[in-house]
């Protein structure tokens, strides 16, 4: 930490910024990306398009190419990984979590699920997934949810909410908070019980969890890592989250992902529908 007297005139400032140069924490970009000391198992470091750990509190959001591999790493076991995507070159086309369930005959996503846009393409597929509890339900945590549970919910205090976050992440696109759409949250799951009930698996669970997405468009990704918005601890209870993406080649024909179900293979050729126009 600075002391005021180093920082108090404008060569003081810069001299301490300067100084700080090099210093490393846990919860930051790493620049380039492929100067990661750890990349995935089997990823050549050169391949490394975004490395970057988000705070408890944090966000991002990044454009990836089709074929881009993403990684979300829960580090510690208590992260929760507010997702928002959309059709980079055409961002009124966007993540739909309800068609991502309905059309797959499922209220759960796991490895081989896709997600889908509202217009009938896949925006990405779930490659890998060691966690197997994510919620498509629920949605994102928001200043007022915020202000009931901790008191505090404003986006630049110490209790920022989702949806607050993905404000920010989608502002660095041009976008706006009608732009914010239903979310989908991985490393927390929500269960629809018999009667009903939701119930929400909230761990914390093993350390190192983590999810693989392949990007299937150009996309725009925002993640917020806040508590989820069914939280039951009365503490702002979410650890680091470690985004790790990578270059890939696109889906072919015959990907076991891609012609496991007649609603995925359809989404599929609407993706390459889209891209020979």
Known sequence: MSSPSQTADPKGARDHARAMAGTVVEAMPTLPASAVADPPPGVAASDMVWEE???PGGYASRRIARGTRLRLTDVHGDACASLLLFNAEQPVERLNI?????VQWTGYLEQGRLLLSDMGRV???LVED???SHDGFCGASNPASNQRKYGDGVN???HPSARDRFALGVAKFGLGRKDIHPCLNLFKGVRIAQGGETVIEIGPYPPGRHVTLRAEMDLIVVI?????VLDPRDAYCVTPLRLSAWRGP?????DPIRTATPEGRRAFLNVEDYYTR
Not at 224 to 228: E, L, R, Y
Not at 250 to 254: A, G, K, Q, R, S
């Open 224 to 228: 917020a890592n806040c508590p989820h």
């Open 250 to 254: 696109v889906t072919p024909p015959d």
């Open 123 to 125: 925006l990405a597929s």
């Open 156 to 158: 630049h205090g110490t």
């Open 98 to 102: 309800a068609d991502t369930l309905k």
């Open 53 to 55: 750990t988000l705070a």
């Open 130 to 132: 060691t966690a197997a």
